[in-house]
């Protein structure tokens, strides 16, 4: 269920949106905003409860027009939020189920385990906030577009479900994304740096070595080592309803020869919005969450390896590999993040041409890795200039130990 919003004032929105106004540096270190109380709190209306926030029947479905600028086009309208989206995440009924299935238990350590569980959902209720979309938002996203070009279709993909988002609530939330690539494209780099523009917690599912579907939906609790999966967790003991998970290497996950133990089983209800509406971990089946708002994006090499099932949930963009030109700019953006990340502004560092067309020819994640490696040296000879020679592409060999 989710916790209905007024609709606040409305104001213009600013289109078209000029790229060459937007600064070239990399947002990967950027926060997301935090507003902040004012210590004055005369005048204000009392705050609301929950249960009692449901705006007029009468102005739930206004939409308010306001004019763009004189010359910039035709009328558009953008609502805004006054106040946090939530989602209900469980209905008081299910914590009162959990308190009857406790009086039923006979083992001392499921008993506590129990208790903590109740403790914890009766301090914190149900309801979880949604992480919104920053007022800059296209921006940020046209500077990851050109941070890592190669990933301009999936950058699109998102932008459709976004700005959606920004009509409505304003909370982030997109359809499920498998991105499909060779190794060492930098997937897993893409995520990481979306989830820091748009400030959404993380969480980061490797399939590869994962051997059940524990890890997703939890375990018996027939088992003696029963505990909740991550989803679960992520829900119940974090701040947000709509946290951001990376499945890595989807396609390197399930056995043929036995679907029990395919991790991904449990990823079909998680990915339905029907189903993920009333999601049940197995390790507490009593508990019923709304897990209907969480973002997933899953990562593949071989498509061909993921079950048609698995791949129907996805909106599937296969990513290529960069062109000379797109690598030498991910490169030269690249490093400047390094050295900002590195240096935090007390050196002024660049990298020779010649330097970063020697990194360019290597994927995203090595690129990082050596550009670092080739800082440290650079900072070792006293120099703030990086040269060609400071970047080891090839690996040393190895000297055998014996005895003379």
Known sequence: MHRPQSRPLPRSLDLPFNADDVDDDIPFDWEPEVETDSSDTSGQEPIESAASHFPPSNEKDKMHHTPLQQGEGSSLWEPLRDDAPQVELYCLDDLQALRTARETMKERDDQDRMDCLITHLTSRGPWRDLVTLPKDWESRLDDLERTMPNFGEVIDVLRSGLIMQAFGNH?????????????????????????????LPLNVVRLADAQSNA?????????????????????????????????????????ASSPYYDPTTGLITMLEPGTAKSFTDLCVRQLRLDASLVCYIAAANDLTRISEPIQSCFRIVEVPLPTPEQSLQIAAMLVKTLVRECLKGQL????????LARLSVEPPRRMRILGKEALGRALRARRNTVYPEDIRTESTTVRSMGFV
Do not use: R
């Open 348 to 355: 002024t560092m660049h990298f020779t041409e010649a330097a």
């Open 215 to 255: 890890t997703l939906s939890g375990s018996e609790q027939h088992w003696s080592n029963s505990k909740p999966g991550i989803l679960f967790d992520a829900l119940v003991y974090g701040k947000h309803g709509n946290p951001l998970f990376f499945i890595d290497e989807i396609d390197k996950a399930g056995s």
């Open 171 to 199: 909370s982030i939330h997109f359809d499920p994304l498998l991105i499909v690539g060779k190794p060492g494209l930098g997937k897993t780099l893409f995520c990481d740096t979306l989830t820091q523009l748009l400030g």
